[in-house]
């Protein structure tokens, strides 16, 4: 699928921040603009994609997460086989187990994800120089006291 640009060449201008939202492969980004406020800290356009895929790559690849998941998912196989195996109970009963424990648990990891991503954009828009509470996302500029009015963590 090829989007026609004024250039020409199929692929966007890097200088016009909307025609990298409606690229094919950009619809997270556009979604993510609610979800996570934080990136409305950083320039609009390719720096905003980056830094948002950056992000989440840090939360994925962390060992912590991955250790959570799995264990999550190893808790709910493995409760599913024991109903299975030896409570006797019917096969629906048991489907009906697996059904609300994976919900519950893929929701709880989604939670968990998002807010590592906001803590990440809130620490790498610190970095840049953006007065913002890391811990809590409060904006930070004309503070005298070198603590967050609005949680208390030093800066």
């Given at each position: 699928?090829?989007?026609?640009?004024?250039?020409?060449?199929?692929?966007?201008?890097?200088?016009?921040?909307?025609?990298?939202?409606?690229?094919?492969?950009?619809?997270?980004?556009?979604?993510?603009?609610?979800?996570?406020?934080?990136?409305?800290?950083?320039?609009?356009?390719?720096?905003?994609?980056?830094?948002?895929?950056?992000?989440?790559?840090?939360?994925?690849?962390?060992?912590?997460?991955?250790?959570?998941?799995?264990?999550?998912?190893?808790?709910?196989?493995?409760?599913?086989?024991?109903?299975?195996?030896?409570?006797?109970?019917?096969?629906?009963?048991?489907?009906?187990?697996?059904?609300?424990?994976?919900?519950?648990?893929?929701?709880?990891?989604?939670?968990?994800?998002?807010?590592?991503?906001?803590?990440?954009?809130?620490?790498?828009?610190?970095?840049?120089?953006?007065?913002?509470?890391?811990?809590?996302?409060?904006?930070?500029r004309?503070q005298?006291?070198?603590?967050?009015?609005?949680?208390?963590?030093?800066?």
């Amino acid at each position: 699928m090829s989007i026609e640009t004024p250039n020409g060449s199929g692929l966007p201008n890097e200088s016009d921040d909307s025609s990298i939202l409606t690229r094919p492969y950009y619809p997270l980004l556009r979604f993510s603009l609610k979800r996570y406020p934080e990136l409305e800290l950083f320039p609009a356009g390719r720096e905003r994609h980056v830094v948002f895929h950056k992000a989440m790559r840090g939360i994925w690849n962390s060992w912590r997460f991955r250790l959570a998941y799995v264990t999550s998912y190893l808790v709910i196989f493995g409760g599913g086989w024991l109903l299975g195996s030896y409570s006797g109970l019917d096969r629906r009963v048991v489907f009906l187990y697996y059904l609300f424990m994976a919900t519950g648990i893929t929701l709880q990891g989604h939670w968990f994800l998002a807010r590592g991503i906001r803590a990440s954009l809130r620490k790498m828009a610190s970095q840049r120089g953006v007065p913002i509470c890391v811990s809590c996302g409060y904006d930070l500029r004309g503070q005298i006291e070198r603590r967050c009015p609005e949680c208390g963590a030093p800066f």
